[in-house]
């Protein structure tokens, strides 16, 4: 069975100041990973996607995420963080071989960011 | 925004009534999947629709259903709600319904049963 784990359920950081927003997953085999972002009031938006081409993938707004086998995780990361990236965060996990597409969600990371 | 329309954007009704939920995914997807979303119990895949067969089933409530039509909308009934039932309720479209397709979500549509 997969499922996933958000290690944090509230970060706080400074503008301009990194972010990271961990996540470990548990799957016995290659997952899909994804991470999805949650504005208030509004629907989730894809920010990147891990299917095995490459452990470091990019994302939308200057998000990045590594996959690293070992530690079974997949944590999400930014260089300098802006007031606009307050939210709510997603790692998701998902089985790439099953013919039913069926995403298992982390319980969410609140990011907030302090002027 | 990312193609996926949800109706009604916000539904208040009262306990033991029924409501239906309408999503249309993203023009070319031919799967739609139905979540749910409340305080308690996060974020969770209700059922799966690829080229309107049933294609899974998450953590569905034998009250709920959902089919999809020919032009590929579908429809989240749900009745003799509870106020538990309470909860945003998101679809979301991929072009297929396998392998690493990744899923675009609609802005939902917010039940309160009252």
């Known amino acids: 069975a997969q499922s996933v784990t958000q290690l944090d359920s509230h970060v706080s950081v400074s503008e301009g100041t990194p972010v990271l927003l961990r996540c470990n997953y548990s799957s016995s085999y290659s997952p899909s990973l994804f991470w999805y972002v949650q504005h208030p009031n509004k629907g989730l938006q894809l920010l990147l996607k891990y299917t095995s081409a490459a452990t470091l993938v990019k994302g939308i707004n200057g998000f990045e995420a590594e996959f690293k086998k070992s530690e079974t995780s997949f944590h999400l990361t930014k260089p300098s963080a802006h007031m606009s990236d307050a939210a709510e965060y997603f790692c998701?996990?998902?089985?790439?071989?099953?013919?039913?597409?069926?995403?298992?969600f982390g319980s969410g990371t609140r990011l907030l960011v302090r002027p | 925004d990312s193609g996926v329309t949800q109706t009604p954007k916000h539904l208040i009704t009262a306990t033991g009534q029924r409501v239906t939920l309408r999503c249309s995914p993203r023009?070319?997807?031919?799967?739609v999947y139905w979540y749910q979303q409340s305080l308690d119990q996060g974020l969770q895949f209700l059922i799966q629709y690829y080229n309107g067969e049933e294609r899974a089933k998450g953590n569905i409530l034998e009250r709920f259903s959902a089919q999809q039509f020919p032009d590929l909308h579908s429809e989240l009934n749900l009745s003799s709600l509870e106020l538990g039932d309470s909860a945003l309720y998101f679809c979301?479209?991929?072009?297929?319904?396998?392998?690493?397709?990744?899923?675009?979500f609609g802005p939902g549509t917010r039940l309160t049963v009252t």
């Open positions: 998701v996990v998902s089985d790439p071989r099953a013919s039913s597409y069926k995403l298992i």
């Open positions: 979301a479209s991929s072009r297929l319904a396998g392998g690493s397709y990744e899923q675009y």
């Open positions: 023009s070319g997807d031919l799967s």
